[in-house]
Nanobody, 116 residues
Framework: QVRLVESGGGLVQPGGSLRLSCAAS????????MYWLRQPPGKELEWIAF????????DYAESVEGRFTISRDNAKSTLFLQMNSLKPEDTAVYYC?????????WGRGTQVTVSS
């Protein structure tokens, strides 16, 4: 059974940092590209970061480029998102995601709130 469990969210002041994790199980994590997405309150879901299975290619939405870093540990089947220089507009529920055979898999998300 595919399972994605996000963690590491919380309340942080503007300018602060958080590191999100996504523990994966039930599928071949090391062979799947992975994504981070987020949904701000009252807004649509937004893609923010992508990483290939071997970490050779990463890509970011313009809104987070230069501040966020996606990475993965295939030995531990874990995806990460290092978030620096956080802004109030980064407040959202953050989800990890992958797509296999046209099916999209999601965790329950972790809440990130950036506020003073």
């Amino acid at each position: 059974q595919v399972r994605l469990v996000e963690s590491g969210g919380g309340l942080v002041q503007p300018g602060g940092s958080l590191r999100l994790s996504c523990a994966a199980s039930g599928f071949a994590f090391s062979t799947n590209p992975m994504y981070w997405l987020r949904q701000p309150p009252g807004k649509e879901l937004e893609w923010i970061a992508f990483i290939t299975d071997g970490s050779t290619i990463t890509d970011y939405a313009e809104s987070v480029e230069g501040r966020f870093t996606i990475s993965r540990d295939n030995a531990k089947s874990t995806l990460f998102l290092q978030m620096n220089s956080l802004k109030p507009e980064d407040t959202a529920v953050y989800y990890c995601n992958f797509i296999r055979a046209r099916a999209s898999y999601w965790g329950r998300g972790t809440q990130v709130t950036v506020s003073s």
